[in-house]
């Protein structure tokens, strides 16, 4: 627990803060906030993704597998969430590329495609583990899904799901 004094110099402190000053500072700080994981409000969190292309795939998705239940809903929520994440990744392999080749070309270098794998290989390694462990959630998701519609009790009918999304 803090003292008085404490609190007090705490207090103080706290008043000389007022936020970035600078364009770099701001642009930084507007990141701060940013949440991910089971509280995130979306999937979507960077500014180059649109928020309207992940309701559209969603909206895709629950209209292909109509989920009957919550535990169907989970299933295709975890699709979406693979395939955006899938889509994410394919567009950093591209941006890592991108970059490492139009600086290979500024400098001149005679094969800019191998620089350009040769100085981003570790990352790209990285980012392909990701892919290859998010398409394989993805398949064994899908697979889980399947065999439980399949064996869903003629009963349970597919209701429309667009209102939930």
């Known amino acids: 627990m803090a003292t008085d004094q404490q609190t007090a110099a705490n207090r103080r402190n706290a008043r000389k803060s007022t936020g970035p000053r600078t364009q770099e500072g701001k642009h ?3 990141f701060n906030a940013l949440k991910s994981g089971i509280y995130a409000e979306s999937e979507v969190v960077t500014a180059c993704e649109d928020p309207d292309q992940l309701k559209a795939l969603t909206i895709e998705y629950y209209d292909t597998y109509q989920p009957a239940n919550i535990v169907e809903r989970c299933l295709v929520d975890s699709l979406v969430s693979s395939e955006w994440l899938l889509r994410r990744f394919r567009a950093i392999d591209g941006q890592y590329m991108s970059r490492e080749i139009r600086e290979a070309w500024s400098a001149d270098v005679q094969t800019p495609l191998g620089q350009g794998w040769d100085y981003s290989s570790k990352e790209l390694d990285r980012l392909q583990r990701r892919l290859n462990a998010t398409y394989r959630r993805y398949e064994r998701t899908l697979r889980t899904l399947q065999e439980l519609q399949a064996n869903r009790p003629a009963e ?8 939930r999304v």
């Open 28 to 30: 930084a700080a507007r």
């Open 156 to 163: 349970i009918g597919r209701a429309s799901c667009r209102e």
